[in-house]
Structures are given as C-alpha cells and as structure tokens.
C-alpha cells in the first residue's frame, strides 16, 4: 500500500513537472523543471528496487546533464527570447503525432498485458537483493560488447563536443 | 507514457531548441522507467543494464547537441527552431 502511494506520488510529480518544463516560457525555469521530474524519476527507479539506477540517474543527469544545460543557458542570452513567441505554429502536427504514438503505445499494452508474467514470477519486495552487483554481473558479463562499444561513443561524442564549441578549427 | 508523450510535443512545438533537447531528454527518462518496470515484473537486472546504456547514450546526446548549439549561436545569433533555415532552398 504504501509502495502504491509512493509510486504515485512520484509519477504525478514526475508528469506534471514534465508539462511545465514544456510550456514554461522561461528556459531557466524549464530547466528547474527538468531537475524535478529527473529527481521524480529516480525516486520511481528507487521504488522499483534499481537502487544503483537511482544514484546513477542522480549524479549523472541532475549533476552532469542539468549543469551541462544550465551552462549552455547562460553562454546564450535568452532576454530575446522573452518577448517571442513560445510555440511554433504547428500544435494540430504536435497533436497528430502524439495521438498516434499514444494509441500506438495503447494498443501494445492492451495486446501485450496477458503475455506478461505479472507480478507472480517478480521477486518478493521483502528479499534484499544486492543489486549493484547483479547490474555488475550482467553487465561485464553478457553485456560486455555493448559495454565497450558505449564507451567508444562517449569518446566520440567528447571529441564532437570540443570540436563543436570550438572557435577556430 | 503521459511523459513520453508530453516529451514529444514538447519537441515539436517549441521554437527554443534548448526545450527542444529537455524534451528529448524526458522521453528518454520516461523508456528508462519502463525498462526498470518491465525488468523488475520480469526479475531479472538486464533492463537496467540497458537503461544504463540509454542513460550513457542521453549524455553523448546531450553534450553534442548542446556543442552544437553553442557553434550555431555563435554564427547566427539565435537559438530558434524555425530559424534554423540554412539548408533550405
């Protein structure tokens, strides 16, 4: 029960954040916004038991990506930005798309609800499962190509990074 | 879902392309959460491995897109959507 309002409190927190990072006018206060249903979001993977998820959504998006996105907010001055207007003319394309990915996301969930396992094969919430470890596990185990081939991409997006913001090439 | 859906508006409809990328952003938060809620029906730990990968994949995205911002204000002086019109003819 209390695992249920847990949940539902960070969901909420989570979707209605999410709405006002959209239609802030403000970027700071869409970023503020962001940091919310980020933080939102890592007390639902804490809900969920992925204990190391939760840290590693923490530090690395609201300290890493937040900071990165802050940053980048002041290097560019919005006050123009201010005074202009907030959406493109293009809200009925906007809704088109989500109405059809909605139903689309509908659809798999109705058709795909009873080949699930629900709930009896998930692990009983009272047993304490060190899960770093298992994440660990798997991860340098079966996973170990995908492992190193992500690294590759993070020196890829670094080295993108720097020549980008670079100011003569 | 509802935050999936509101990330994809949000990437539509907003002229600031710095929204645009927190709109990104929060549909990939919201594949994470259901990676995390399918593993732990299922019971095993490889959602979140692949979480951990969508996690590393939003950071490069992150910071290349944002490089890229500041390179194209530098330029051009705007951080709009619409206005990005270069390779229109």
Known sequence: MLDLIVFYFFAALAIISAILVVTQRNAVHSAIFLITALLATAGIFLQLQAEFLFIVQIILYVGGIMV????????VNLDVALHQMRFRRQAWVAMLIALVLGLHLAIAIYVGRTGLP??????PASVL???TELVARALFSSYMLPFEIASVLLLVAMIGAVVMAKRRV | ?????????????????????MS?????????????AFSRLAGSVEGQVFAIF?????????AVGLGILIAFFRN???????EMDLLKW
């Open chain 1, 68 to 75: 990165l996105f802050v940053f980048v907010i002041m290097l």
């Open chain 1, 118 to 123: 629900l709930a009896s094969s998930a692990a």
């Open chain 1, 129 to 131: 499962q060190p899960n």
């Open chain 2, 1 to 21: 879902m509802a935050m999936f859906l509101i990330g994809v508006i949000g990437v539509v409809t907003r002229r600031n392309v710095i929204v645009i990328l």
């Open chain 2, 24 to 36: 990104v952003e929060l549909i990939l938060n919201a594949v994470n959460i259901n990676l995390i």
């Open chain 2, 54 to 62: 969508i996690i590393t994949d939003a950071a490069a995205e992150a």
């Open chain 2, 76 to 82: 051009r002086e705007t951080v709009l959507g619409d």
